[in-house]
């Protein structure tokens, strides 16, 4: 079997693995970028919709879930949500930011692929797509990569295989297969930005599937003021997808209905309107089927007038922490992300590194740091991608 040596190679080609190659082989060094899928950058392509939401211009470390809340901030720092938007500027690809700083293609999330291949193709890298690998050696010096049909060996090895949400996709875990087997610890991944499921009691809320209201989300300390969405199998929309990330199974997550009331708001709408009902005193502001569910539940005696304030207080106390117990999530078949991942705690934040395997770098989703819906998800690919580059 024929054997071919690289100045790097890079197992993974997307959104991490074309950064990062795509800037060594600029670099000067000779870069193999190697996946099992017929085409990089699979996620990129399906992402934003299929509009790409390429980064954030928000882009900070506290918007990453990570067990080490500080280990993004040296490459989020050096590789800026602007360097990125520069790139696509030179392109001439137009975009558009839709809100919270989120900036995607107005044309196609393909432009972006297309903007990597262009760059890999300045920097001389080789492509090796639908090859899996198989046996990963190491000799203390280079380490060497079974590929269909040849032996690949360098002295720097890239995991940029990503985490193992939507497996359809061709997405694994074997970053952390790989990372373990160099002896490097994986904070437990779980699925992220992926919706919850409910049942028991709480199953009668999916008769509001397709219903979407403003809302503030929290699980923990963590909260996010964005759309929420019944779905037929529980609850779905950006904020609940990011409260996702930092949910834990047998924890409640807590809903504030009406983010922008008053606290006395009900007793406010009684005294203005005694006759009004707590249902239609919602509809105002909600979606009428969620406001007549809601009134339901709390199961109010009629008119507002007829109701003490107390009750009422209690009623709007609810309102404002609605509390949910997931009994799970949608698993990584439709997880958008994984958190967890590769330790930080053996990775040099600098050059994403292995402290002690010198020559072996992860970036990317394999890395256990994942960002917020929003961007930030691929600037975090981006950054990392790029930290690695400069010491390939
Ligand atoms: P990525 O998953 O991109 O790449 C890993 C590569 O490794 C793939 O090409 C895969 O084929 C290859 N691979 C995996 N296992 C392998 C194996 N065993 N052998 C060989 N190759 C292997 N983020 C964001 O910021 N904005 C957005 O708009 C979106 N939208 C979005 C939509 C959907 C539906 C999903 C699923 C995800 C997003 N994301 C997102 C998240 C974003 O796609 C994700 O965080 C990045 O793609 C991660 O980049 P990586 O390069 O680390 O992994």
Known sequence: MSSHSYDAIVLGAGAAGLMCAAVA??????????????????????????????TNVHTAPDRYVSANPHFAKSALGRYRAADFLAL??????????????????????????????????????????????????????????ALPGRIVTAPRLVLATGGPSIPKLGATGIAYDIARRFGLKVVEPRPALVPLTLGGDEALFRTLSGVAATVT???????????????????????????????????????DFLPDAERDWLIGAKRAQP???????????????LAEALAERLALPGELGATTDRQLDEAATRLSAWRFLPNGSEGFAKAEVTVGGISTADLSSQTLEAR?????????????????????????????????????
Do not use: M
């Open 356 to 392: 002690r395997v010198p020559g072996l770098h992860a970036i990317g989703e394999a890395v256990d740091v994942t960002g917020w819906l929003g961007g930030y998800n691929f600037q975090w690919a981006w950054a990392s991608g790029w930290a690695a580059a400069q010491v390939l």
């Open 25 to 54: 082989g600029q670099r000067g060094r000779r870069v193999l970028l190697v996946d099992h899928a017929d085409e990089p950058g699979k996620k990129i392509i399906i992402s934003g919709g299929g509009r790409c939401n390429f």
């Open 88 to 145: 696509v500027e030179r392109y001439g690809i137009a975009w558009h930011e839709k809100t919270l700083g989120q900036l995607f293609c107005d044309g196609s999330a393909r432009q972006i692929v297309a903007l990597l291949l262009d760059q890999c193709r300045l920097g001389g890298v080789e492509i090796a797509l639908s090859s899996p690998f198989g046996e990963i050696g190491h000799d203390g010096d280079r380490f060497t990569v």
């Open 217 to 255: 989300a929290s699980a923990g300390k963590a909260r996010f003021r964005e759309a929420a969405l019944f779905t037929h199998r529980g609850l779905s929309g950006p904020a609940i997808l990011q409260v996702s990330s930092y949910w834990r199974p047998r924890e409640p997550i807590a809903i």
């Open 275 to 289: 006759r009004t009902t707590l249902r239609r005193a919602l509809a105002a502001t909600l979606p009428d089927r």
